[in-house]
């Protein structure tokens, strides 16, 4: 006896709503967050701790790689903030435009931070003697103080503005439309 195998109709794939696609996205830039944040502050280690790196080699590709992964991170933070403003802002929109400011204003931080330290890597290619040693530790002394103001300070800012809006909204908020296995 022989069976017979019939095929079945394709299961269809629940199209994904509004708030799911905000979901992934503002899910996606937070990890980029990670991903970009912690290599780079790893990789920024040969100029910010050398305090010769001016007049020394200098592993210049690794320090503007490192540049580029921090603005990857200030344009994800800036992007966590742009996603998630629609969802946020019908709890109440002061809070909401406060937490995009705060991420914007951490954004800006991280830039000028960066531009610091790549404005060693530029000393240093420009042949700046040990004259410039002084002006390099005030650059890498200005990085640190934007990383403790920008992702020490305002970090946690972000984190009560958009904590308190997700309180407000409530469980409710992740019903349905946020299940990752639907």
Do not use: H
Not at 146 to 173: D, E
């Amino acid at each position: 006896m022989t069976t017979t195998v019939r095929p079945t109709a394709a299961t269809k794939r629940v199209p994904m709503d509004s708030l799911r696609k905000t979901a992934l996205v503002a899910g996606a830039l937070y990890l980029i967050t990670f991903a970009t944040s912690i290599p780079a502050r790893i990789l920024f280690g040969p100029v910010r701790n050398d305090p010769n790196y001016i007049v020394g080699p200098g592993a210049d590709a690794q320090v503007l790689f490192a540049g580029f992964l921090d603005v990857m991170l200030a344009l994800a933070c800036f992007g966590t903030a742009v996603a998630l403003y629609p969802v946020v802002k019908r709890q109440n929109q002061g809070v909401a435009l406060g937490f995009v400011g705060s991420r914007v204003l951490e954004a800006a931080i991280i830039v000028s931070g960066v531009v610091n330290l790549l404005s060693v890597v530029t000393l240093r290619q420009a042949g700046a003697g040990a004259d410039a040693l002084v002006t390099g530790q005030a650059l890498v002394a200005s990085y640190d103080w934007t990383f403790l103001f920008g992702p020490g300070f305002m970090a946690p800012i972000n984190a009560l503005l958009l904590g308190s809006l997700m309180y407000r909204i409530g469980p409710a908020w992740c019903r349905g439309s946020f299940r990752w296995w639907a």
